[in-house]
């Protein structure tokens, strides 16, 4: 399951990770982030122990939010060694988002 993100939890848990992070930036009203929600769930069960996959409501922690400037959802960012390596806009297939991690873990 995809760990619930939060501004008070986001550093430790997303910047002093020692796997690659996957991070769906997402709100309850946001139609193509219900989409996406199920196939992040997905990916956080196929990458068990080797990255961590979590989400990050934009409505309920704003700081993570202006933090890196997410404007539109869903937002899926990519992190290795507490910087962002890549990221994803909007609604895409799951194989999309396995490559993307694929290549952090490679």
Same mark, same amino acid.
């Given at each position: 399951m995809a760990l619930e993100i939060t501004d008070s939890n986001?550093?430790?848990? @997303?910047?002093?990770?020692?796997k690659p992070v996957l991070i769906d930036f997402w709100a309850e009203w946001c139609g193509p982030c219900r989409m996406v929600g199920p196939v992040v769930e997905e990916l956080a069960k196929d990458y068990e122990g080797k990255a961590v996959v979590g989400k990050v409501n934009v409505d309920e922690n704003p700081e993570?939010? @202006?933090r890196y400037g997410i404007r539109n959802i869903?937002?899926?960012l990519f992190f290795k060694n507490g910087e962002i390596v890549d990221k994803q806009i909007g609604a895409v297939p799951k194989s999309v988002l396995n490559e993307k991690l694929e290549k952090q873990l490679g």
């Open positions: 986001f550093d430790e848990v @997303v910047l002093k990770a020692d993570i939010s @202006v869903p937002a899926l």
